[in-house]
């Protein structure tokens, strides 16, 4: 080892930081490729010898951090040899678990002398461990030698603690105490890879040291059943008796920390296992029953399997459903277990009323509850008294909920009665309908119901005004069942794709969003190909409330794939030839749009067109809507109730005080900014590492920057916070796209943009004059370079 008390460091740029010695070396941070792999020597003084070479500004090397190739060479052959020290670790352990060896002592039946003993033990240790006084004894030889001796007698591996590499010193024993020892039945042996805990002897921990023996070296498997088979690990549920098999042996060697074998506790609880193929895993012999793969793994592997243990084994053969008790098949799995409960079981609980006997206490309790209940089942609507609970059911069905109560019929189902009374016995027009959506009912129980669950309030018993001259009849009522018809029997019979949009493209029927609309109506036409008038984005659909957008920029009939001009044209189409069931008294809830990429114009000046449907949005709040729709908090007005929700729950809800300093604000956006910039709040956490920021934007630049995450471009690499940015980049810098041309001179431009700042030009407008010279200028860029001069030459500047 060198002497570094005699080096002398100089003022030289190259100095290695792990010998001092000097020269031109490598540095420390960067990355080098050796033997085709890539090393970073900071890095691996970190993890090898947990080293952190500090760096500072002044000295030789000034920021730089070296090191020799000598000292490489050292940190490469230490890191090998830690690689090395872990592999093999690992493998002893591997090793120790699998039970590939086991250390046995033989103790022969002739006597043995104590010094040969002491002599045998003193060869195998190491010297530096064995302490200087050991006081054998000569009592405890003279004894030992007297004793009956014991032939093979297995001695566990004690586990070792401490410090790791290093056995404990009082790990060895004295050799008459070994030779002492004695087999004793009621002390069991501790299985090796599995340290003694508290509950060592305990029935529980015994259970599941059984149950890890048997599931790690043979081929049965366990499992739960629910309808589907479930794993016994993770509870995941198959169908495919192949796959539910393979993702069990995916979970590899179970242990008895496993929470699955904790779930275990008694003898109550029945553990189903698959013995369609019982082989062992040890040396692939085949058996016939579960019991015989239990002697030979005790007999032949010398396993520490504890037949004294009771455990509730259900078996069943998964493979084709066959009862291993009589050979009968089954079709169903369901069958097979109802088949073994009552013909086959294991168990026999007893009903003290009636005396039949189930198989499980779960299946009495549920006898119990059905049949002999204290004070029979009394019936809630004719007080009659009956002796089951499937008596009653039956007496309800027939008498109570299936009958007609206008002519007595019996019916089936509730269905049937429902279509009963359709048919037979319909109400008058408007006795037995919803006030606010109009929907028809056959009670006026059901009435009730319905407008408790609108949530409505209701319609004050004032006198109706009068109605104008013109007008002889209300105006009806939507009706939003025949709105949804509407709706379905045109995206049924046509190729018109329903979206929705927020920021991106949204499935309407799951929510699953695009940037790209192209992909959307490929996932429309592959996932959702009908349309159902009982599911979830049907059932949002409530009148003039909520519209759906719909694309027809490839509209067509689907039954006689004519193409469609428009919406309109389909409609009529679709009710003259097909017979549709459109209903033309209803106004439409469809907004149609032609979403064509990059080109999308708008439905009612065609004239305009958008390269983003947002963009689109807003122009026709702006321009086309009413704005009818007015928030009570801000007077704000919006296109519909839609936007109006929106804006509620986005600007008016919750608190907008600043939790710092109590200032307000008007919406959590603001209140967000002040935060972020008055406060240095940084509330956007990086999903890779734990360093927060003020803003979305500048965890997004760090992404970038750190982490090499973002919107890449594929022509030069360059990366963007924003998938429009970089689609703008690609059109701009690669494409070289100018799709915006002039009216006037037919110079074509990248976006309106840059349009408009050209149409200066044709238009000669001056809006922007100094107001120290008076001079005016066609841009406000012109006029700030303009105010520079008199600021330059000693003017006054006066602000705009």
């Given at each position: ?16 930081r792990?010998c ?38 002044e000295g030789?090397n000034?920021?730089?951090?070296l ?14 040899f ?17 039970g590939?060896?086991?250390?046995k ?10 010094e ?5 033990v ?5 010297v530096?461990?064995?302490e ?18 014991v ?21 060895l024993v ?5 030779l ?8 069991k ?12 002897g ?24 629910r ?16 796959e539910?098999?393979?993702h ?17 506790k ?6 189903k296992i698959d ?22 793994l ?26 291993i008790?009589c050979d ?33 206490k ?10 002999h209940?204290?004070?029979g ?31 007595g ?5 509730l ?5 009963h009374?359709?048919v ?6 408007g006795?037995?309908?919803?006030i ?28 109706k005004?009068?109605?104008?001259e ?6 009806k ?12 029997c045109v995206?049924?019979?046509s190729t ?6 927020m ?5 309407f ?12 109506r ?9 349309c ?27 039954l006689?794939?004519?193409p ?18 459109y ?11 032609k979403?064509i990429?990059d ?7 065609p ?14 709040n702006s ?10 908090f ?5 296109r ?9 729950s986005?600007a008016?809800?919750g608190?907008?005080?600043?939790d710092?300093c109590?200032?307000k ?35 997004q630049?760090?992404?970038i920057?750190?982490h ?12 963007f916070?924003?998938?429009?940015f ?6 701009r ?24 700042l050209h ?17 005016a200028f ?5 006029l700030s ?5 008199h ?9 705009v």
């Amino acid at each position: 080892m060198m002497e570094f008390d005699e080096i002398v460091v100089k003022e030289t740029p190259g100095l290695c930081r792990c010998c001092l010695s000097e020269g031109c070396y490598k540095d420390l941070g960067s990355e080098y490729s050796w033997m085709n792999e890539t090393e970073v020597y900071a890095d691996m003084l970190l993890e090898c010898f947990d080293i952190s070479i500090t760096q500072h500004n002044e000295g030789p090397n000034g920021p730089n951090r070296l090191i020799c190739e000598v000292c490489i060479t050292r940190l490469r052959d230490a890191c090998n040899f830690k690689k090395q020290v872990l592999d093999s670790e690992k493998k002893f352990i591997d090793m120790m678990g699998r039970g590939e060896f086991r250390p046995k002592m033989l103790i022969y039946q002739t006597q043995m002398k104590a010094e040969d003993a002491v002599e045998a033990v003193a060869d195998d240790a190491e010297v530096e461990y064995l302490e200087d006084d050991i006081d054998f004894g000569e009592e405890d030889l003279i004894k030992d030698e007297t004793e009956p001796s014991v032939s093979d007698i297995t001695v566990s591996t004690l586990p070792v603690k401490g410090k790791r590499g290093r056995p404990r010193k009082n790990a060895l024993v004295k050799p008459e105490k070994r030779l002492k020892t004695k087999v004793d039945d009621k002390k069991k042996v501790v299985a090796k890879g599995d340290p003694p805990g508290p509950y060592e002897g305990c029935t529980s921990e015994r259970r599941r040291k059984n149950l890890k023996i048997l599931f790690n070296h043979t081929s049965i498997i366990p499992f739960k059943w629910r309808g589907k088979y479930l794993c016994f690990y993770c509870g995941k549920n198959y169908s495919d008796y192949t796959e539910f098999r393979k993702h069990t042996k995916s979970h590899g060697l179970c242990t008895t920390k496993d929470y699955s074998l904790k779930l275990i506790k008694g003898n109550n609880v029945e553990i189903k296992i698959d013995v369609s193929e019982i082989v062992c895993d040890i040396c692939n012999e085949t058996f016939n029953r579960f019991e015989e793969i239990i002697d030979h793994l005790i007999d032949t592997h010398s396993m520490e399997y504890n037949k004294s243990i009771e455990i509730p084994f259900q078996e069943y053969r998964l493979v084709d459903y066959r009862c291993i008790f009589c050979d009968e098949q089954f079709s169903y799995f369901g069958y097979l277990v109802k088949h073994v409960n009552i013909a086959h079981p294991q168990n026999s609980f007893i009903c003290d009323d009636c005396g039949l006997t189930f198989n499980k206490k779960r299946d009495l309790a549920i006898h119990i509850r059905n049949y002999h209940k204290q004070g029979g089942y009394p019936c809630d609507l004719c007080m009659q008294h009956f002796k089951t609970s499937h008596t009653l059911r039956r007496h309800q069905n027939s008498t109570h909920y299936r009958q007609c109560k206008t002519c007595g019929s019996r019916f089936a189902s509730l269905s049937l009665l429902q279509k009963h009374l359709q048919v037979e016995h319909p109400h008058k027009e408007g006795s037995m309908k919803c006030i606010y959506c109009s929907k028809e009912f056959h009670t006026s129980l059901g009435v009730r119901q319905h407008i408790n669950k609108c949530k409505v309030k209701m319609v004050s018993q004032e006198p109706k005004p009068s109605l104008p001259e013109d007008e002889t009849e209300p105006r009806k009522k939507q009706n939003i069942i025949t709105i949804r018809q509407n709706i379905q029997c045109v995206l049924n019979m046509s190729t018109a794709i329903p979206f929705k949009f927020m920021a991106k493209y949204s499935c309407f029927y799951c929510s699953k969003k695009f940037v790209e609309f192209d992909d959307l109506r490929q996932h429309t036409n592959l996932e959702h190909p009908v349309c159902d008038l009982k599911s979830k984005c049907m059932k949002r659909c409530k009148g003039e409330r909520i519209n759906v957008k719909i694309d027809v920029s490839a509209l067509a009939c689907k039954l006689c794939c004519v193409p469609m001009t428009n919406l309109e044209i389909l409609i009529d189409h679709l009710i003259e030839e097909h017979k549709a069931n459109y209903d033309r008294t209803i106004p439409s809830s469809l907004e149609a749009f032609k979403i064509i990429k990059d080109n999308i114009p708008c439905p009612l000046c065609p004239d305009q067109v958008f390269r983003y449907f947002g963009i689109l949005l807003r122009h026709m709040n702006s321009e086309h809507s009413n704005n009818n729709r007015i928030c009570d908090f801000c007077g704000r007005s919006f296109r519909n109730v839609a936007n109006l929700n929106v804006h509620l729950s986005y600007a008016h809800t919750g608190s907008c005080e600043c939790d710092i300093c109590g200032l307000k604000y008007k919406n959590q956006w603001c209140l967000a900014r002040h935060r972020a910039t008055k406060h240095n709040a940084k509330d956007y956490k990086c999903p890779i590492c734990p360093e927060l920021f003020q803003s979305q934007y500048h965890k997004q630049k760090h992404l970038i920057k750190v982490h090499d995450i973002g919107h890449k471009c594929s022509y030069c690499g360059k990366m963007f916070t924003r998938n429009s940015f970089m689609k703008d980049h690609v059109r701009r810098t690669h494409l070289k796209e100018k799709n915006v041309p002039c009216s006037v001179c037919n110079e074509k431009f990248f976006d309106n943009y840059l349009l408009k700042l050209h149409m200066v030009r044709h238009k000669g407008e001056r809006k922007f004059s100094c107001s120290i010279c008076g001079k005016a200028f066609l841009r406000r860029t012109n006029l700030s370079t303009h105010m520079e001069m008199h600021k330059k030459y000693g003017h006054v500047q006066l602000q705009v």
